[in-house]
């Protein structure tokens, strides 16, 4: 298949699970190999320093583009408890005044918001009162994360990204809310763009939610997006992943499982060990990869360095 035979944007074969069978794959997951090593960094075990070494080789031009939208300070239906950001500094008078002043800001968010770039620390998913690994939940107090934390990649994850772009694939700018990826449409971008996906990879998974955003204006997302069928999790265990991101949250809305409302952060996080980036942007990444001919590159994620959190504001850098 190619991208000049595009296929409809509904979802294939996208039906609900029930619970026992998500809990079958939950298990089945969870109990795969997930590498060498220090088990409780989870898949990241797959990304060696062999593997780090192979990604950098492969950089041909130097140009860099980032997978990161830009932070939302205004409130919308996608969010509701925006970023804040104001000047703190300097005040009027000091702008004209002659000799030394300094301009500062100050900055909140909401790490795990719905709208902004972030990353998912292996301690943020919590299901039948454990975190991956069996790491008892109770770790996790108003005080901080005391296990599975952002501390886990605090020297940053560097290794080969690879961009799966399914609405290229159907022939489509986006996908529509509510329409789910499978493992199917995965394999079928993997071939198009001659883009193998392996152990180690950091993968990408467009949906076109930002091209949307930005075409249509934002929605509310917790209803309806486009993103992951859980099954599609089996294309990346076989393939030994090491990190998962997305254009949306990788999670579709309504949940293919009613009793679990984000299966693929489950099955992602808790059972599998990988970190997520959320809400990332590809409208700059794409084309750059159509441009290069490639759909790899080497990415460069640089979390902030907070010991005891359970995600991180985050702009990769992909470096062709």
Same mark, same amino acid.
């Given at each position: 298949?190619?991208?000049?035979?595009?296929?409809? =944007?509904?979802?294939?074969?996208?039906?609900?699970?029930?619970?026992?069978?998500?809990? +079958?794959?939950?298990?089945?997951?969870?109990?795969?190999?997930? !590498?060498?090593?220090?088990?409780?960094?989870?898949?990241?075990?797959?990304?060696?320093?062999?593997?780090?070494?192979?990604?950098?080789?492969?950089?041909?031009?130097?140009?860099?583009? =980032?997978?990161?939208?830009?932070?939302?300070?205004?409130?919308?239906? #996608?969010?509701?408890?925006?970023?804040?950001?104001?000047?703190?500094?300097? &005040?009027?008078?000091?702008?004209?005044?002659? !000799?030394?002043?300094?301009?500062? +800001?100050?900055?909140?968010?909401?790490?795990?918001?719905?709208?902004?770039?972030?990353?998912?620390?292996?301690?943020?998913?919590?299901?039948?009162?454990?975190?991956?690994? /069996?790491?008892?939940?109770?770790?996790?107090?108003? #005080?901080?994360? !005391?296990?599975?934390?952002?501390?886990?990649?605090?020297?940053?994850?560097?290794?080969? $990204?690879?961009?799966? #772009?399914?609405?290229?694939?159907? /022939?489509?700018?986006?996908?529509?809310?509510?329409?789910?990826?499978?493992?199917?449409?995965?394999?079928?971008?993997?071939?198009?763009?001659?883009?193998?996906?392996?152990?180690?990879?950091?993968?990408?998974?467009?949906? !076109?939610?930002?091209?949307?955003?930005?075409?249509?204006?934002?929605?509310?997302?917790?209803? &309806?997006?486009? $993103?992951?069928?859980?099954?599609?999790?089996?294309?990346?265990?076989?393939?030994?992943?090491?990190?998962?991101?997305?254009?949306?949250?990788?999670?579709?809305?309504?949940?293919?499982?009613?009793?679990?409302?984000?299966?693929?952060?489950?099955?992602?996080?808790?059972?599998?060990?990988?970190?997520?980036?959320?809400?990332?942007?590809?409208?700059?990444?794409?084309?750059?990869?159509?441009?290069?001919?490639?759909?790899?590159?080497?990415?460069?994620?640089?979390?902030?360095?907070?010991?005891?959190?359970? /995600?991180?504001?985050?702009?990769?850098?992909?470096v062709f």
């Amino acid at each position: 298949m190619t991208s000049d035979q595009p296929v409809p =944007s509904r979802p294939t074969a996208a039906w609900p699970l029930t619970e026992a069978a998500f809990r +079958d794959l939950y298990r089945r997951l969870r109990g795969r190999p997930r !590498g060498g090593g220090e088990e409780l960094r989870g898949a990241l075990n797959r990304l060696t320093p062999e593997r780090v070494v192979a990604a950098a080789a492969e950089v041909r031009s130097g140009r860099t583009v =980032s997978l990161a939208a830009t932070v939302e300070t205004r409130p919308g239906p #996608d969010s509701p408890e925006p970023a804040s950001h104001r000047m703190t500094a300097p &005040a009027h008078p000091e702008t004209a005044a002659p !000799g030394l002043a300094f301009a500062r +800001d100050r900055f909140a968010m909401n790490v795990h918001s719905d709208v902004d770039s972030h990353l998912d620390a292996l301690c943020h998913v919590i299901f039948d009162g454990e975190l991956y690994g /069996g790491v008892p939940a109770s770790t996790v107090t108003p #005080d901080g994360a !005391g296990a599975l934390t952002l501390d886990l990649v605090r020297d940053g994850i560097v290794g080969r $990204g690879v961009l799966l #772009d399914i609405p290229r694939l159907r /022939g489509v700018p986006w996908l529509e809310p509510g329409v789910q990826v499978t493992a199917e449409d995965l394999a079928a971008a993997e071939a198009a763009q001659g883009a193998a996906v392996g152990p180690g990879d950091l993968l990408f998974v467009r949906v !076109g939610h930002r091209l949307r955003r930005s075409s249509l204006g934002p929605w509310d997302v917790t209803r &309806a997006r486009a $993103g992951l069928h859980p099954t599609a999790m089996d294309f990346l265990a076989e393939r030994g992943v090491s990190v998962l991101g997305s254009d949306g949250n990788s999670d579709a809305a309504p949940s293919a499982v009613a009793e679990v409302g984000f299966p693929v952060h489950v099955l992602a996080v808790n059972a599998m060990g990988l970190h997520l980036l959320d809400w990332l942007d590809f409208e700059e990444l794409a084309p750059v990869c159509e441009q290069q001919g490639r759909w790899h590159f080497l990415c460069v994620v640089a979390p902030l360095r907070l010991p005891a959190a359970t /995600g991180s504001p985050v702009n990769p850098i992909a470096v062709f």
